[in-house]
Every structure is written in structure tokens, then in C-alpha cells.
């Protein structure tokens, strides 16, 4: 079974910058899967981030993706990754990255349910 790793995630001030990974082992190949970010800060329900299709094609799913969050993947690196800009308090969250194969090239769906593999998550808290 396909599992996904994330990384990136730490302790960054308020302001502060990180970029977050999402490694698909070597047996999957990205350009056959949807992948999305989400993040779940504590007591919250789980929110979509942003999801990058199997063409490449992003859709900006919540106000923070289309500003401060931006998804980019790499074929061959076989990664997707998560560019957070000007991090705030209200960021802290566990964020999740999520695959599901794509039978045409622009889906890309914005909710959990429609994604069956996940990584474990990883960990970004914004404080001074």
C-alpha cells in the first residue's frame, strides 16, 4: 500500500517562513495521483488546504492557500510540496498531505473523504 511521508514542520516565529514535503515512495508515481494538503489544529475538524491535480492544475481551496500557502510539486523528485509565507499563530496545526489516483488529469478534490492514502503528518506551531 502507498504511504506518503511528510516533513518540514517545526517551531517558526510568527512571520516566519516554512516548506513543508510530501514524499511518495518510489513504487507511485505523482503524476498518476491527486495530492492535497490539509492541516488540523487542535479541537478543530480537518481543512483543506490546497490540492495539486496529476496535470499540475492547483486549486486553492481556502483563503490561506490563495495568499500566504502555496502548492508546488516536483515529478521527479516524486514530492509535492507546501510554501508557507508569513506564518501565523492560527497556523499552528498538524498538516497531512493526501493521494488519490486520478483517472483524469484536473481532479482534484477538496475534501478528505476523496482521499484514501495519507501520511502521518507533521507537526508546524507559529509562536514567539
Known amino acids: 500500500q502507498l504511504r506518503l511521508a511528510e516533513s518540514g514542520g517545526g517551531l517558526v516565529q510568527p512571520g516566519g517562513s516554512l516548506r513543508l514535503s510530501c514524499t511518495l515512495p518510489a513504487v507511485g508515481r505523482l503524476d498518476h495521483y491527486a495530492i492535497a494538503w490539509f492541516r488540523q489544529a487542535l479541537g478543530k475538524e480537518r481543512e483543506v488546504i490546497a490540492c495539486?491535480?496529476?496535470?499540475?492544475?492547483?486549486?486553492p481551496y481556502s483563503d490561506s492557500a490563495k495568499g500566504r500557502l502555496a502548492i508546488s510539486k516536483d515529478n521527479a523528485k516524486n514530492a509535492v510540496f507546501l510554501q508557507m509565507n508569513d506564518l501565523k499563530p492560527e497556523d499552528s496545526a498538524v498538516y497531512f498531505c493526501?493521494?488519490?489516483?486520478?483517472?483524469?488529469?484536473?481532479?482534484?478534490?477538496?475534501?478528505?473523504?476523496?482521499?484514501?492514502?495519507w501520511g502521518q503528518g507533521t507537526r508546524v506551531t507559529v509562536s514567539s
Open positions: 495539486i491535480s496529476r496535470t499540475g492544475k492547483i486549486i
Open positions: 493526501a493521494a488519490v489516483i486520478a483517472n483524469f488529469g484536473d481532479y482534484c478534490p477538496g475534501f478528505a473523504d476523496a482521499f484514501n492514502t
